[in-house]
């Protein structure tokens, strides 16, 4: 059983324009991490959330983690065809971090 | 900043051999160091947490005695697939948590290392 729940698992769309992956769970997270990773790579770290209701942004990336530190979003403005890859959600607890299952995001030119 | 390595990228090798693989953290001490497995189009799984100078603590279900852990320096672990078989063959991704994370936990990942057994 995942701790963090990602949807949608996958999302195609076309260039220009916008999305958003949510990141839900049930249990509260002392910070949350949001990665990017290409295939046959490792992990990205793209942003590490800390604050309830903490809105971070990175160029065309907003991350936003919930009041109760148990959910998290990212939404991408204008996608282009590199911001394909696996997006992954992380929680960190107990000294280590839960993975959600991952959002495939494929952006086509 | 904050780079991991892994070494090697891809090894091929025969039912019932053992393979080493290194991570390494290039530009930090890292307190602690985590070994993950990957299966194709999933997310990664946690196998073990290991910390410097002290025995590795594995996930339910992984086999200590199968995947070993060593974790001599601060900026180097190691994981060995003992007697490996086809089963084995996954991606396995290290990563590292610098001496001076915090409470943000923060991990940098290594690029992976794709295993295959024949």
């Known amino acids: 059983t995942q701790l963090l729940e990602q949807s949608p698992q996958f999302l195609s769309i076309q260039e220009g324009e916008n999305l958003t992956v949510y990141c839900n769970s049930s249990s509260v997270f002392s910070s949350l991490q949001w990665y990017r990773q290409e295939p046959g790579e490792g992990p990205v770290l793209l942003v590490t959330v800390v604050t309830g209701g903490e809105v971070k942004k990175l160029k065309r990336l907003t991350f936003q983690f919930g009041d109760a530190r148990k959910d998290s979003s990212l939404h991408i403005t204008a996608a282009q065809p590199g911001d394909t890859g696996l997006y992954l959600c992380?929680?960190?607890?107990?000294?280590?971090?839960?993975f959600g299952a991952g959002t495939t995001v494929t952006v086509r030119a | 900043g904050a780079v991991v390595s892994q070494h090697p990228s891809r090894v091929i090798c025969k039912s019932g051999t053992s393979v080493k693989i290194e991570c390494r953290s290039l530009d930090f001490q890292a307190t602690t160091m985590f070994w993950y497995r990957q299966f194709p189009k999933q997310s990664l799984m946690l196998m073990a947490t290991?910390?410097?100078?002290?025995?590795?603590?594995?996930e339910q279900g992984v086999e200590k005695d199968k995947f070993l852990i060593n974790h001599a320096s601060l900026t180097l672990s190691t994981l060995t697939v003992t007697s490996a078989h086809p089963e084995d063959s996954s991606f396995y991704i290290c990563?590292?948590?610098?001496?001076?994370?915090?409470?943000?936990?923060?991990?940098?990942f290594g690029p992976g290392t794709r295993l295959t057994v024949t």
């Open positions: 992380a929680g960190a607890g107990d000294y280590k971090l839960s």
């Open positions: 990563s590292a948590e610098p001496r001076l994370a915090g409470s943000s936990y923060e991990q940098y």
């Open positions: 290991s910390n410097e100078g002290s025995k590795a603590t594995y």
